[in-house]
Structure formats: C-alpha cells, structure tokens
Nanobody, 119 residues
Framework: QVQLVESGGGLVQPGGSLRLSCVASGFRLDQYAIGWFRQAPGKAREGVSCISDRGGVTYYADAVKGRFTISRDSAENTLFLQMDNLKPEDTAVYYC????????????WGNGTQVTVSS
C-alpha cells in the first residue's frame, strides 16, 4: 500500500520539543523532494520545511528558522522534523508531503499529526 504515515505529535509546553516522523511505504522517498506543512484551525495550510530529493538543499519558513530541523533517512525511508523551543503559534496539524521533481511520479500527502503547544 502506497502511503505516508506521520507520528510524533502531541501536547507539549512552550519551550518544549517534539520530533515528528513520516514513514513512506510502497515507494522510495529518496526519489522525492519531501517536506512538512501545517494547518492551524481557521488558517490555510502553509509550508514549514522541505528537503531536496538528494538531501543537499533545505528550506525553512521564517517562523521556524533556527528552531526546527528537517532530515531524512533513506535507509529507513523516513522523514523527520525536530522541533525545539516550541511556541503556542506552532499549534497545528502537521502533514508530510512527497513531491516528484519534474512531476514524473505521483505526489503524496500524509494524513497529519496534531501538535499542540500549551501550558
């Protein structure tokens, strides 16, 4: 079955940390640019961070720069997002996405994992 499954979300206090994982099955993540998006209640989905198919190029939204770190493990077919110094405004459902460079393969979304930052 072809899918992306996120995990690692939860409730954390401001200043805390979480590590999100996104495991791909049925296809190879190393053939894709992959990234994290998030959607807070009443807001549009926004890009958080992404990493190129070969892992050499990363992007971070200004709101998370210096606090979040994206990485990938090709052997485990997994994408990670280390989130440190979390703030209440980071509260959202976090989704991973795999996008084929040049559009030669199908693109995929995960179903999301909830991150809540609250005291």
């Amino acid at each position: 079955q072809v899918q992306l499954v996120e995990s690692g979300g939860g409730l954390v206090q401001p200043g805390g940390s979480l590590r999100l994982s996104c495991v791909a099955s049925g296809f190879r993540l190393d053939q894709y640019a992959i990234g994290w998006f998030r959607q807070a209640p009443g807001k549009a989905r926004e890009g958080v961070s992404c990493i190129s198919d070969r892992g050499g190029v990363t992007y971070y939204a200004d709101a998370v720069k210096g606090r979040f770190t994206i990485s990938r493990d090709s052997a485990e077919n997994t994408l990670f997002l280390q989130m440190d110094n979390l703030k209440p405004e980071d509260t959202a459902v976090y989704y991973c996405r795999a996008e084929s460079p040049g559009g030669v393969l199908p693109n995929y979304w995960g179903n999301g994992t909830q991150v809540t930052v609250s005291s």
